[in-house]
């Protein structure tokens, strides 16, 4: 129970933030962090939620997700 908010919480800043964004680098820098803290707070590798995370945000803004 404490996972999932502490997993909404982070979704909800994540958001927050991605509304300010205006470049590919901005939003890969708000993805590497959301990705860090989600897996740090799932006891996964934080290495590769910063990865997933940043590749998602550069990217997101090209297959039409965060226009």
């Not at 890969?28 to 860090?36: D, F, H």
């Amino acid at each position: 129970m404490r996972a999932s908010f502490k997993i909404i919480l982070v979704a909800a800043a994540t958001a927050t933030l991605a509304g300010c964004n205006a470049s590919d680098l901005e939003r890969a820098g708000v993805g590497a962090a959301a990705g860090g803290v989600t897996a740090a707070v799932l006891n996964g590798n934080v290495a590769t939620g910063v990865i997933v995370g940043a590749a998602g945000g550069a990217l997101c803004d090209d297959v039409g997700v965060c226009n």
